[in-house]
């Protein structure tokens, strides 16, 4: 149980242009949804948690408007890459949390590399 | 907010060895302090986590403890195996469902 999946595991995209991942809980529904970025070597940086039907929640120096998310069922979200730079390229992972009285655990997804050239 | 210090950054271990990763935090108020093990280009996985309300958890060669008053928290890993070498973040939250993630550890354990 608790399995998420995320597509595309990988990703090239042109500067300039946008780029969509999807997360989605396959086996459960997850209230709540968190997407990281990761860089080589380096820790989960939280981006932003998103609730299903409201607005994200976006982390300290996360641009809402570059990256879009939408978490419209409670099974499915997802981060838009909007015109996307060299720098936004990065390991993009999604988590989904299950709520249960205050419950925490949260299941990743496999990630998705963004490569922006 | 929340602050999760984790140490060492880098672990090499024998084979059938111990290893032990520590973590501290800074909010009286987290109650949740899960561990999760990612192996390289691969998502993090949940080896174990334990709740502010138990002192120490066990899983086969994995146990964690928790000390609520030093507000600190470590990994154990007994009879190590070349299989658990990755790297292995800790994290701490409370109700509001976000996770505080440390820095990571990398566990090499040489054959």
């Known amino acids: 149980g608790a399995v998420v999946s995320q597509h595309p595991s990988w990703v090239i995209c042109k500067s300039g242009t946008s780029v969509k991942i999807e997360c989605r809980s396959l086996?459960?529904?997850?209230?709540?949804m968190f997407w990281y970025r990761q860089f080589p070597k380096q820790s989960l940086m939280l981006m932003a948690t998103?609730?299903?039907?409201?607005?994200?929640?976006?982390e300290q120096g996360v641009e809402k408007d570059k990256f879009l998310i939408n978490h419209a069922s409670l099974t499915l979200s997802t981060l838009t890459v909007t015109s996307a730079h060299p720098e936004d390229s990065s390991f993009y992972i999604c988590?989904?949390?299950?709520?249960?009285?205050?419950?925490?655990?949260?299941?990743f997804g496999p990630g998705t590399r963004l490569t922006v050239t | 907010g929340e602050n999760v210090e984790q140490h060492p950054s880098t672990l090499s271990v024998q084979e059938g060895d111990s290893a032990v990763i520590k973590c501290t935090y800074s909010?009286?108020?987290?109650?949740?302090f899960p561990w999760y093990k990612q192996e390289l280009g691969k998502r993090p996985q949940l080896i174990i986590d334990?709740?502010?309300?138990?002192g120490e958890k066990k899983d086969q060669r994995i146990a964690v403890t928790l000390n609520k008053t030093a507000k600190h928290f470590s990994l154990h890993i007994t009879e190590t195996q070349p299989e658990d070498s990755a790297v292995y973040f800790c994290a701490a939250g409370a109700g509001s469902y976000q996770l505080t993630f440390g820095k990571g550890t990398k566990l090499s354990v040489i054959p």
């Open positions: 998103s609730n299903e039907g409201s607005k994200a929640t976006y």
């Open positions: 086996d459960f529904q997850a209230t709540t």
């Open positions: 909010d009286s108020a987290s109650n949740y």
């Open positions: 988590s989904a949390s299950t709520s249960s009285g205050g419950a925490n655990e949260q299941y």
């Open positions: 334990i709740r502010s309300n138990v």
